[in-house]
């Protein structure tokens, strides 16, 4: 969970009664710990406080330092494939 990701899968449930109650404590609770809330009525969803992020510009970069690259993305995996079967044989 990350207030600047773009997606967070931590949330919570509460009735609307409890919502409208504790609303406005519960808007900055959102935004600091970026955990969703589900408002129900009558045990059934129908809405969702999450907390709001600016969009990035672009897509590109948006996961530096997130991913890890582990050996060498070039090296060959010793295995042959379908398609050079026939280029070995010949064919």
Do not use: N, Q
């Not at 967070?8 to 919502?19: I, K, Q, V």
């Not at 519960?26 to 709001?52: C, H, N, Q, S, W």
């Not at 510009?57 to 295995?79: A, H, Q, S």
Request: contains cysteine; charged residues 35%; aromatic residues 6%.
């Amino acid at each position: 969970m990350s207030i600047d990701g773009l997606t967070t899968t931590d949330e919570r449930t509460m009735s609307a009664t409890e919502f409208r109650s504790k609303c406005l404590g519960l808007i900055d609770e959102v935004f600091e710990t970026g955990i969703e809330i589900v408002i129900t009525k009558r045990g059934k969803p129908v809405a969702r406080l999450v907390p709001y992020r600016k969009r990035p510009k672009t897509l590109f970069g948006i996961d530096r330092g997130k991913i890890e690259i582990l050996g060498d993305l070039d090296e060959p995996l010793g295995i042959a494939w379908d398609a050079e079967e026939g280029l070995l044989d010949g064919k």
